[in-house]
């Protein structure tokens, strides 16, 4: 019994409880949960009576047209796939571009009657499909009556009838569940749930109306249909390429791209919008936020997963994420835009990655990247913080921007690069690269960060006793130098630079600097007096091991003598612009006659850096110099990629379809050291899938060599690509190209 009348007296409160919260569902706030699986289904019933049962039951349907089979026409060298581009896919169902007719046959228990007879063919999607939502769609073969979809008869051969159905150019993307029913005075009849007759639809490039529409075969046939990739890394001018077999049309990789929609619960009436397919896809490719596909990882250590520079292609990726559920290890720049490319072309969203040469990584907007220098003009590396990539890698995708102004279509940004969060998420874009080109930062989505990775300024400041800080000199053509994509049709690149900014220096350039300025980019309006002397480091190609001499010329363009006292800082660095350690700082002082020039020679030999390397094998050489008469700074950068050495790959064997076939991978370790825990990987686009070979010691000096059968499956000119890979050598690669035929 309670103690009535009893005055409560408080106390503690219960401690919350352990642990992370439970997930919190749709109850009270929506009737229904939100429909955001694409492989979760609802059964509809094989009969649906229009009347109530009588005395001895529902009436029997055995008198009206029955549904005996239905051809979903779905070979591959049948019209369907052959007609709609989708020929390539390992797959087993019909797969269609939407906004575009595709036929099936039904075969009825007696012949078609159109004035008599009533039937349609149902698309369901999703697992509470609804007319309203645009997750069940009937499409009727009259006229009289249709729905969004388009249908007709297309021919009738006794008890056969081939209907033609369109699905509508704006329609949800994704596996669909297919019905045919008849209506009866009594009921409607179904075909019986069977999973040989779902289907997928996809973007259609090739359809006028389509949001994806591209009006360029050769485009298409390289965004859409090539499954083989060119992705370029490096230095601005020493490019190296690195070969990527996409593998789009692989089995299963078109499941596990739409396995990524579900797991980032993306309702499914938006999936048929490419701005915002390809806006979720950017924060999905990377695990940082929302245990999406890929790790990213730059420390050096990839004990737990395959090393960035390990991976050839973006399958074994894929089907890893989609069969684990669990994030892959590892990724950088390179391997999210790869994979992200496979993605977009899997659903028929035209797409190239792009690599950007000196992309700034600018966190506050103000288009400008700081270079601290002591008062002599010294780099100090302690308050230099921001860093310029020697490199980045993103995706273009092509669309219709209807949120935007007209014009401000086309090829869109996107990034899954973890870099900064965008409404909450680690994402990027899309974004016109038309709105970024005249400044229209406004535009949704991220342009501003995108625009500064093309347009800072790299500001070098000379850093006083008390601690001012006063710009010295300003380089207003470093970032951004040059754009480079797969060219269409070749194995050739293109400078695309032109369609990000217009050229330095002209009067468009100041004009969309002083817009973005309005929407809150500010740009560094400091000019200080240029000195008149100028230094210009040599280009170099060198291979890891080498010995060389890097060479520092300086001009003096005054009528009298200069001297400058100058510092040469060599450092190790990642490809992302972060210094790893300094092996080589010298201090000379170079004399210069009056409007003469002088080269200075620097030995760098390999035993100061060869310790030191990380990742990607990148020097970095900062010179910077002081003048002795006008204490004027000059400053001179330059980023050296070393070159690595090669795998020879060689293919024999008949070069036909279903014809055994050998590969051998070759490799010689140059070096006088041991290279340990070696991994090698191999696979070829229509000819080997993802295959890999460990070696735990390759002596210095020694040689391997790997041989694998493999068999073609296809016809068509591809390639074999494989990498070798160990912690004391990253990123050595070897290719091979084929012509299969018949």
Same mark, same amino acid.
């Given at each position: /019994?309670?103690?009535?009348?009893?005055?409560?007296?408080?106390?503690?409160?219960?401690?919350?409880?352990?642990?992370?919260?439970p997930k919190?569902? @749709?109850?009270g706030?929506?009737?229904?949960?939100i429909?955001?699986?694409?492989f979760?289904?609802?059964?509809?019933?094989?009969?649906?009576y229009?009347v109530?049962?009588?005395p001895?039951?529902?009436?029997?349907?055995t008198?009206?047209?029955?549904?005996?089979?239905?051809? /979903?026409?779905?070979?591959?060298?049948?019209?369907?796939?052959?007609?709609h581009?989708?020929?390539r896919?390992?797959?087993?169902?019909?797969?269609?571009?939407?906004?575009?007719?595709f036929?099936?046959?039904?075969?009825?228990?007696?012949?078609?009657?159109?004035?008599?007879?009533?039937?349609?063919?149902?698309?369901?999607?999703?697992?509470?499909?609804q007319?309203?939502?645009?997750?069940?769609?009937?499409?009727f073969? +009259?006229?009289?009556?249709?729905?969004?979809?388009?249908?007709?008869?297309?021919?009738?051969?006794d008890?056969?009838?081939? /209907?033609?159905?369109?699905?509508?150019?704006?329609?949800?993307?994704?596996?669909?569940?297919?019905?045919?029913?008849?209506?009866?005075p009594?009921?409607?009849?179904?075909?019986?749930?069977?999973?040989?007759?779902?289907?997928?639809?996809?973007?259609?490039?090739?359809?006028?109306?389509d949001?994806?529409?591209?009006?360029?075969?050769?485009?298409?046939?390289e965004c859409?249909?090539?499954?083989?990739?060119?992705i !370029?890394?490096?230095?601005y001018?020493?490019?190296?390429e690195?070969?990527?077999? !996409?593998?789009?049309?692989?089995?299963?990789?078109?499941?596990a791209?739409?396995?990524?929609?579900?797991?980032?619960? /993306?309702?499914?009436?938006?999936?048929?919008?490419?701005?915002?397919?390809?806006?979720?896809?950017?924060?999905?490719?990377?695990?940082?936020?929302?245990?999406?596909?890929?790790?990213?990882?730059?420390?050096?250590?990839?004990?737990?997963?395959?090393?960035?520079?390990?991976?050839?292609?973006?399958?074994?990726?894929?089907?890893?994420?989609?069969?684990?559920?669990?994030?892959?290890?590892?990724?950088?720049?390179?391997? !999210?835009?790869?994979?992200? @490319?496979?993605?977009?072309?899997?659903?028929?969203?035209?797409?190239?990655?792009? +690599?950007?040469?000196?992309?700034?990584?600018?966190?506050?907007? @103000?288009?400008?990247m700081?270079?601290?220098?002591?008062?002599?003009g010294?780099?100090?590396?302690?308050?230099?913080?921001?860093?310029?990539?020697?490199?980045?890698c993103? @995706?273009?995708c092509?669309?219709?921007?209807?949120?935007?102004?007209p014009?401000?279509?086309?090829?869109?940004?996107?990034?899954?690069?973890?870099?900064?969060?965008?409404?909450?998420?680690?994402?990027?874009?899309?974004?016109?690269?038309?709105?970024?080109?005249?400044?229209?930062?406004c535009?949704?989505?991220?342009?501003?960060?995108?625009?500064?990775?093309?347009?800072?300024?790299?500001?070098?400041?000379?850093?006083?006793? #008390?601690?001012?800080?006063?710009?010295?000199? =300003?380089?207003r053509?470093?970032?951004?130098?040059?754009?480079?994509?797969?060219?269409?049709?070749?194995?050739?690149?293109? #400078?695309?630079? #032109?369609?990000?900014?217009?050229?330095?220096?002209?009067?468009?350039?100041?004009?969309?600097?002083?817009?973005?300025e309005?929407y809150?980019c500010?740009?560094?309006?400091?000019s200080?007096?240029?000195?008149d002397?100028?230094?210009?480091?040599?280009?170099?190609?060198?291979?890891?091991g080498?010995?060389?001499?890097?060479?520092?010329?300086?001009?003096?363009?005054?009528?009298?003598?200069?001297?400058?006292?100058? !510092?040469?800082?060599?450092?190790?660095?990642?490809?992302?612009?972060v210094?790893?350690?300094?092996?080589?700082?010298?201090?000379? +002082?170079?004399?210069?006659?009056?409007?003469?020039? =002088?080269?200075?020679?620097?030995?760098?030999?390999?035993r100061?850096?060869m310790?030191?390397l990380?990742?990607?094998?990148?020097?970095?050489?900062?010179v910077?110099?002081?003048?002795?008469?006008?204490?004027?700074?000059?400053?001179?950068?330059?980023v050296?990629?070393?070159?690595?050495?090669?795998?020879t790959?060689?293919?024999?064997?008949?070069?036909?379809?279903n014809?055994?076939?050998?590969?051998?991978?070759?490799? +010689?370790?140059?070096f006088s050291?041991?290279?340990?825990?070696?991994?090698?990987?191999?696979?070829?686009?229509?000819?080997?899938?993802a295959?890999?070979?460990?070696?735990?010691?390759?002596?210095?000096?020694?040689?391997?060599?790997?041989?694998?059968?493999?068999?073609?499956?296809?016809?068509?000119?591809?390639?074999?690509i494989?990498?070798?890979?160990?912690?004391?050598?990253?990123?050595?690669?070897?290719?091979?190209?084929?012509?299969?035929?018949t």
């Amino acid at each position: /019994m309670s103690d009535q009348g009893a005055t409560p007296t408080p106390s503690a409160a219960p401690p919350p409880p352990a642990g992370r919260p439970p997930k919190v569902g @749709n109850r009270g706030r929506t009737s229904a949960p939100i429909d955001s699986s694409n492989f979760e289904t609802t059964e509809i019933p094989e009969i649906e009576y229009f009347v109530a049962p009588g005395p001895r039951g529902y009436p029997p349907l055995t008198g009206f047209l029955d549904i005996w089979d239905v051809n /979903m026409v779905k070979k591959r060298d049948e019209s369907n796939k052959s007609e709609h581009h989708t020929s390539r896919y390992h797959s087993d169902n019909l797969i269609v571009r939407r906004g575009q007719e595709f036929q099936i046959e039904i075969t009825f228990s007696r012949p078609y009657k159109p004035n008599e007879d009533k039937f349609a063919v149902e698309f369901a999607i999703g697992s509470n499909p609804q007319y309203s939502k645009g997750t069940y769609i009937p499409v009727f073969p +009259t006229k009289t009556r249709q729905s969004s979809w388009g249908g007709c008869v297309t021919q009738t051969n006794d008890n056969i009838v081939t /209907m033609g159905i369109t699905p509508a150019a704006n329609c949800i993307v994704g596996k669909y569940h297919m019905y045919v029913a008849v209506q009866t005075p009594f009921g409607i009849r179904r075909t019986k749930r069977d999973n040989s007759r779902d289907l997928y639809i996809l973007f259609n490039p090739w359809a006028a109306d389509d949001a994806v529409f591209l009006n360029d075969e050769e485009e298409r046939q390289e965004c859409v249909m090539n499954e083989l990739g060119i992705i !370029y890394h490096g230095a601005y001018d020493d490019v190296s390429e690195r070969n990527w077999n !996409y593998g789009q049309f692989n089995y299963g990789v078109l499941d596990a791209c739409l396995y990524i929609m579900d797991r980032s619960e /993306m309702p499914i009436t938006n999936r048929g919008d490419p701005i915002k397919v390809v806006r979720k896809a950017s924060a999905m490719l990377n695990a940082r936020d929302d245990e999406g596909v890929l790790v990213g990882n730059w420390s050096g250590d990839y004990t737990y997963g395959v090393a960035p520079t390990s991976w050839t292609g973006s399958t074994d990726i894929l089907l890893s994420y989609s069969s684990s559920k669990m994030p892959v290890c590892y990724a950088q720049c390179w391997v !999210y835009a790869a994979v992200f @490319n496979s993605f977009l072309r899997c659903l028929g969203i035209p797409s190239r990655v792009v +690599t950007n040469y000196y992309s700034a990584h600018d966190n506050d907007g @103000n288009l400008k990247m700081d270079i601290i220098l002591n008062e002599n003009g010294r780099i100090d590396r302690n308050r230099t913080k921001d860093s310029i990539w020697n490199y980045h890698c993103w @995706n273009e995708c092509y669309m219709s921007r209807p949120d935007l102004p007209p014009g401000f279509g086309g090829w869109q940004v996107v990034d899954a690069t973890p870099q900064e969060t965008s409404d909450g998420m680690y994402r990027c874009g899309p974004a016109s690269v038309l709105a970024i080109k005249h400044g229209e930062i406004c535009f949704p989505f991220d342009a501003p960060f995108v625009f500064a990775e093309v347009n800072s300024d790299v500001v070098f400041y000379s850093r006083k006793n #008390d601690g001012t800080l006063e710009p010295v000199k =300003v380089n207003r053509t470093h970032v951004g130098r040059m754009v480079l994509t797969k060219a269409a049709g070749s194995e050739g690149r293109r #400078d695309i630079i #032109d369609q990000y900014k217009f050229p330095e220096g002209s009067p468009e350039e100041r004009t969309v600097l002083e817009k973005a300025e309005e929407y809150g980019c500010k740009q560094d309006k400091s000019s200080p007096p240029m000195a008149d002397v100028e230094m210009v480091i040599s280009n170099l190609e060198i291979s890891v091991g080498d010995d060389f001499e890097l060479s520092v010329e300086f001009v003096n363009q005054s009528v009298q003598k200069r001297t400058v006292e100058v !510092y040469v800082s060599g450092s190790v660095v990642y490809y992302t612009g972060v210094p790893s350690n300094e092996f080589l700082f010298k201090t000379p +002082t170079v004399t210069l006659p009056a409007q003469k020039s =002088v080269k200075e020679l620097i030995t760098v030999e390999s035993r100061d850096y060869m310790d030191h390397l990380v990742e990607q094998a990148n020097l970095n050489f900062i010179v910077t110099g002081k003048i002795k008469e006008t204490g004027r700074i000059v400053t001179a950068m330059k980023v050296v990629a070393l070159h690595n050495p090669k795998l020879t790959v060689e293919l024999s064997g008949g070069n036909k379809v279903n014809e055994e076939m050998m590969a051998t991978v070759q490799f +010689t370790n140059p070096f006088s050291f041991n290279l340990e825990n070696v991994y090698l990987r191999m696979e070829g686009a229509g000819v080997m899938e993802a295959k890999s070979r460990y070696y735990s010691l390759i002596p210095g000096g020694s040689s391997l060599t790997w041989t694998e059968l493999f068999t073609p499956q296809r016809t068509g000119k591809t390639r074999v690509i494989a990498t070798l890979d160990c912690s004391g050598l990253r990123q050595v690669s070897g290719q091979a190209s084929i012509t299969i035929e018949t």
